[in-house]
């Protein structure tokens, strides 16, 4: 006669919740970690990998023509690779657990290889306020492509990153670039505008491998000189001309110049305010008839930004 037992419902519950606790105890881990954590190329590298198995047995397998030295322990060992002269660098390891019913397991880390070449395209030597232009930066060669984030900054400020999903191919030498576009200003002048590349190496880490920078230089020149006070002048009487830049910047270096015949004048250059330059000379006229002075602006350190100028034809009056 068979004989039968009921089981209560919260000997069924610790029935249960003890099968999945023994579950979880019977796995293993495995852990592999690089130092450095992304490498350059042609520099060294140690990769480690350490199990939590207690009696395991660890192989790994490299591409073919790595060289590397190795020390091992009873859940452990570590390569060392002298230099990592290839692009698609993998770390594999696998551990068959003889303790755990020679349960296998694998992991495999893909090392970031990269070098520190990065190149900016240079602006015009002095930018134009109220332009647009563009900065582009050209990154190092990283692989997996998507591990590389570009960063444009202002200062300290960052304006643009850029970083790409594709990972790429390790034979195919394709770099990120980034192109910040923005209207130059006044303020630009003697800003440092830096490109930034690092690496993502895993947990929100990021490794900078590489940078360049660029200073700017901006200028304002947007009216010609305007001449002041174009009283009659008589022949052999010394008169005062006077002739006035506004709205410009840098200020200090705008050069004025008032000229007759293709010979400057002597004259003297004062400042009103920030960005206003005054350039009056005395002259004196020898005859009599139409006559033509010139006065030419300019920025003398900037030969690229051309010069404005405006002319007084003055007819004096007959010398009596």
């Known amino acids: 006669m068979m004989d039968f037992r009921l089981i209560s419902p919260v000997e069924c519950l610790w029935l249960f919740t003890f099968s999945i606790v023994t579950a979880i105890v019977t796995g293993f881990e495995i852990r592999i970690n690089t130092d450095p954590s992304a490498v350059e190329f042609g520099d060294s590298l140690e990769v480690n990998c350490t199990t939590t198995c207690t009696d395991p047995i660890i192989n ?34 696998t551990v068959t657990c003889k303790s755990e019913s020679s349960q296998l397991k694998e992991e495999k880390m893909v090392v970031t290889v990269y070098n520190r070449e990065i190149s900016i395209t240079s602006p015009p030597e002095v930018l134009e306020a109220n332009r647009t232009y563009s900065l582009e930066c050209l990154g190092p060669r990283v692989y997996p492509n998507n591990k590389l984030i570009l960063t444009w900054l202002r200062g300290s400020e960052i304006v643009q990153s850029n970083s790409t999903g594709e990972q790429g191919y390790p034979d195919e030498d394709k770099r990120l670039r980034n192109v910040f576009s923005f209207t130059a200003s006044v303020s630009d002048d003697g800003q440092v505008y830096t490109c930034s590349a690092e690496v993502d190496s895993g947990s929100s880490d990021r490794k900078l491998i590489a940078n360049s920078s660029v200073t700017l230089q901006t200028h304002s020149f947007m009216d010609p000189p305007r001449i002041l006070d174009k009283r009659s002048i008589e022949v052999k009487r010394e008169a005062t001309l006077t002739c006035e830049v506004s709205n410009v910047y840098p200020a200090e270096k705008m050069r004025v110049r008032w000229s007759q015949d293709g010979k400057e004048l002597n004259s003297t250059t004062s400042r009103p305010n920030s960005n206003t330059v005054r350039e009056t000379a005395a002259w004196t006229p020898q005859v009599s008839g139409l006559t033509e002075v010139v006065c030419t602006a300019d920025f003398e350190e900037y030969p690229s930004v051309p010069p404005k100028n405006n002319t007084i034809f003055i007819m004096p009056p007959s010398f009596q």
Do not use: I, L
């Not at 790994?60 to 023509?65: C, F, I, L, R, T």
């Not at 590397?68 to 993998?90: I, K």
């Open 60 to 93: 790994v397998e490299y591409k073919p023509g790595t060289q590397h030295h190795r020390t091992t322990g009873s859940n452990w060992f570590t390569d060392y690779f002298p230099t990592v002269h290839t692009w698609d660098f993998a770390a594999p390891c």
